[in-house]
């Protein structure tokens, strides 16, 4: 999203002054006004045969899921839920994961239809990549969605054992090669994902549960990260410490940030207050949202921002 966008739907500028959490009794300390949810509601999003069914399954399994009829669609859409540790994971529509497609090409356009369907009603995305095949095209534009959505991402690599189980002779067994470096792998995923550098990845074998309780632990903590409210305060004191000279963007394309605010959660969507009424510079945007990262993380969710001049003439 560029930096001229809109917040999400409904949101609101909080007053000048938003302090953290601090009332009520808590399990541990919250920061930076973290809000925790009791459901998080989940989307396993991928082009066929990625392992989604297989994933859904290992994640669920038959005597932990709960099957929720979804009021309004049809008979065999359904939601899962399973509960962890005093927390609800709702896994979106799992009869659509589990349908397949008649065609190839059938099977291609209805991943892209039903991951987009699946976002609109979830606060995390699961996007699964075949460990096999390595990012494709489609891998790409599902990502890209979910992104765009404002939704949390995180990357599955699945069937990694397929790229680690060796023969006698040292090679792999599925296609004689040499076993894969998970470091080097993990570099090649965020090559052809740039956009999703701020996703958390993770390698899992569905087929043989592998790496799934990592999967539970992850969802549960970018949930917690894309409701993390910062003060206007602590904002304002960070901005103070930005060099944007280090921001890799022409003269005649920045803006001078006089404050900025956190207006919303779930993406965490930032209002800055410029000289001027421009869309951020793509570069400029970036520069920004990784400081951001750097002191307040907001793992695995995008980061938004809206620009507003702060002596702009009303017409």
């Known amino acids: 999203m560029d930096g001229g966008g809109d917040p999400l739907p409904g949101a609101q500028t909080p007053p000048d002054e938003v302090t953290s959490e601090t009332t009520g009794p808590v399990r541990r300390l919250r920061s930076h006004g973290e809000h925790i949810a009791r459901e998080t509601k989940i989307a396993i999003i991928g082009r066929p045969n990625v392992g989604k069914s297989t994933l859904l399954n290992a994640l669920t399994g038959s005597d932990r899921a709960i099957v929720s009829p979804i009021a309004g669609t049809t008979r065999d859409a359904v939601d899962e839920v399973v509960e962890r540790d005093g927390h609800a994971f709702r896994f979106i529509d799992t009869a659509g994961i589990r349908r397949k497609g008649k065609t190839k090409l059938l099977a291609e356009k209805l991943s892209v239809i039903m991951s987009r369907k699946h976002l609109e009603a979830a606060d995390v995305s699961l996007l699964v990549i075949d460990a096999a095949e390595g990012v494709a095209a489609a891998d790409a534009n599902i990502g890209g969605y979910a992104h765009e959505s404002g939704r949390s991402v995180i990357i ?100 001078k940030i006089y404050y900025m605010t956190q207006a919303a959660v779930a993406p965490p969507t930032f209002v800055l207050f410029t000289d001027r009424d421009v869309k951020l510079h793509f570069s400029y945007e970036r520069f920004l949202a990784n400081e951001i990262r750097d002191t307040f993380k907001f793992i695995g969710s995008p980061i938004w921002f809206k620009v507003k001049a702060r002596n702009k003439k009303k017409k």
């Open 156 to 255: 599955i690599v699945n069937k990694w054992d397929l790229m680690t189980k060796v023969g006698p002779d040292g090679m792999r067994l599925f296609d004689g090669k040499p076993p894969a470096d998970k470091k080097i792998y993990e570099q090649q995923v965020r090559d052809s994902l740039k956009y999703l550098e701020y996703a958390p990845l993770l390698f899992v074998t569905a087929s043989e549960s592998k790496g799934i309780a990592e999967v539970f632990k992850k969802v549960e903590l970018v949930s917690r990260e894309r409701r993390k409210r910062v003060s206007t305060g602590e904002m304002n004191r960070f901005l103070d410490k930005i060099d944007f000279q280090r921001a890799s963007v022409p003269m005649n394309r920045r803006v």
